[in-house]
């Protein structure tokens, strides 16, 4: 699992931020990406990385504010250009379909993939053997949605030496008892899986909100999370223009984190009022409040290593 940033600004693009989206690669446990927002260019900034559009599964919107859907149109087309077949899942409030198939109709644009829409209401809107997806309604001034991603937990690892001893020849059997089956051996003995494998492993959760002011909903979303994507447009010295526009500061993020009980915050979402020797304050600010506070900037990639939230950097 990466979180691949590719917009991390407010409003409007900067120099150093473009408008928000964020890719959530879960190459290694579906082979596929998720997509959260899809800001104004989106499309240029993942030519910058090693995304490819084809692998995008699933594309979830917070909401419909233009600094966050206005690259749909284009990413959708490309990914027909480039050779996408795989159908493609769009979440999102009511409004994201209509404007999405206008913006196609109207451009005569011709998808080679099939295109389902999930108008979304607060709730699990996804579920299967791997991931449950929850979400629910937080305070904007326009309908705006927070997403709980969490991962079922994972098969245990196998005792091989256990099972060896048990038997268990080399070969499909030792796959069966790894997942889950118990298997008859030639002789008419049974090998019960739960005793030649390790309890199952915890998987992680992911919370990514919208804009977003101070809420119930934000912290009920985070609670326990391994990470929290939460917005940061604002700081302490400008809270009161976050309460008029329905956004938070750094702090009102680092409480969410706190009152959650979560593992590690992630800061999204920057005013472009804020340059980049200012991110070392607003991170510290934070961490009066929350303990494990990063900034997300373009193109950071963050991942867990044995519990811990670190960055890294992609190899083109």
């Given amino acids: 699992m990466e979180l691949h940033f590719l917009g991390t600004g407010a409003g409007m693009p900067s120099k150093e931020r473009n408008t928000s989206s964020l890719a959530f690669k879960l190459l290694e446990e579906r082979g596929t990406i998720w997509l959260f927002d899809c800001g104004e260019a989106t499309q240029h900034q993942i030519l910058q990385t090693t995304i490819k559009p084809r692998k995008i599964e699933k594309i979830f919107i917070t909401h419909l504010h233009g600094d966050h859907i206005f690259g749909l149109p284009g990413l959708l087309s490309s990914r027909s250009f480039l050779g996408g077949v795989d159908p493609l899942v769009l979440y999102g409030p009511k409004g994201l379909k209509e404007w999405v198939l206008c913006s196609l109709e109207i451009s005569n644009t011709h998808l080679t993939y099939p295109l389902q829409f999930v108008e979304i209401e ?22 705006c949605y927070g997403y709980r991603i969490e991962q079922k937990p994972l098969l245990g690892e196998l005792l091989i030496d256990k099972a060896k001893a048990l038997g268990v020849p080399k070969g499909p059997l030792l796959g069966k008892l790894k997942h889950g089956e118990d298997v008859t051996l030639e002789d008419g003995t049974v090998v019960y899986s739960k005793d030649v ?95 494990h506070v990063f900034v997300a900037n373009d193109f950071s990639v963050f991942t867990l290593k044995q519990g811990k939230l670190v960055e890294v950097n992609e190899e083109l």
Avoid at 226 to 245: G, Q
């Fill in 122 to 143: 607060e709730g699990i809107i996804f579920e299967d053997d791997q991931f449950i997806v929850t979400v629910k309604q937080l305070e904007h001034v326009i309908p």
């Fill in 197 to 291: 494998t390790a309890p199952p492993k915890k998987g992680f959760v992911v919370t990514i909100l919208g804009d977003t002011k101070y809420c119930d909903a934000s912290r009920e979303l985070s609670k326990d999370a391994d990470i929290v994507v939460h917005e940061a447009t604002f700081d302490h010295k400008t809270d009161h223009l976050a309460s008029d526009y329905g956004h938070s500061t750094n702090m009102d993020a680092a409480k969410i984190a706190n009152e959650a009980s979560a593992k590690h915050l992630i800061l999204n979402h920057i005013s472009a009022r804020f340059l980049p020797q200012d991110m070392e304050g607003i991170i510290n600010e934070a961490k009066t409040i929350f303990p």
